[in-house]
């Protein structure tokens, strides 16, 4: 079955240091790929987005993407963590054999200061 | 641009109630995705509406259902509610012919407590 695994429901890190959430997906067919971030009490906003071209995607606030497609892998980086990016992140993945849309279960992200 | 618009935020039910939730999609959006979002499923795909027609439908019972008007405006309403019908229900619209294109724009949810 296709699936979307991210690693980890919770991660923690101090601020200023590395963010790196991990999302891995079952596909033979390169999907189009999605992080959307949750803050508390809100809905959930893009935050980037990979469809074609170059593997390396930037997106809002810092947060940038790679996809590598010989690891499946789809995983969310910023160089620096800031307070203000405590909240959840979810990966998901447009198969693109069925153009069905698979969410991730969310990545909490817990920033110590 | 206005964003995606949900109504009520916030409602509390008791159990064999229904509910009736609302979204107004941005404007120009003709797709309207609804999710279910719970601690312990995560979210979870309810159907998806283009030009008034249920394109796609998840994995949920007969309680829950949809509609879309003619201005792209969606309601859903549950049924016979349940304790496990306790989640937030998010909206969300999509500029794109198919939702599953992936780019969506949620709105802020409307959360629901049955008691």
């Known amino acids: 079955a296709q699936s979307v695994t991210q690693l980890g429901s919770h991660v923690s890190v101090s601020e200023g240091a590395l963010v790196l959430l991990r999302c891995n997906y079952s596909?033979?067919?390169?999907?189009?790929l999605f992080w959307y971030v949750q803050y508390p009490n809100q809905g959930l906003q893009l935050l980037l987005k990979y469809t074609t071209g170059a593997t390396l995607v930037k997106g809002i606030n810092g947060f940038e993407a790679e996809f590598k497609k010989s690891e499946t892998s789809f995983h969310l980086t910023k160089p620096s963590a800031h307070m203000s990016d405590a909240a959840e992140y979810f990966c998901?993945?447009?198969?693109?054999?069925?153009?069905?849309?698979?969410w991730g279960a969310g990545t909490k992200l817990i920033i110590k200061p | 641009k206005a964003g995606v618009t949900q109504t009520p935020r916030y409602l509390i039910k008791t159990r064999g109630q229904q509910v009736t939730l609302s979204c107004s999609p941005i404007?120009?959006?003709?797709?309207v995705s609804w999710y279910q979002q719970t601690p312990g499923q995560g979210l979870q795909f309810l159907f998806e509406?283009?030009?008034?027609?249920?394109?796609n439908k998840g994995n949920f019972p007969g309680r829950f259902s949809g509609r879309q008007f003619s201005n792209s405006r969606s309601e859903m309403n549950v049924s016979t509610l349940e304790l496990g019908d306790s989640a937030l229900y998010l909206c969300a619209s999509s500029p794109m012919t198919s939702a599953n294109t992936g780019e969506l724009f949620f709105g802020e949810g409307s959360r629901l407590t049955v008691l």
């Open positions: 509406y283009f030009s008034e027609t249920q394109r």
């Open positions: 596909s033979s067919v390169p999907p189009y």
């Open positions: 404007s120009g959006h003709r797709s």
């Open positions: 998901a993945v447009t198969m693109l054999s069925n153009y069905q849309l698979i």
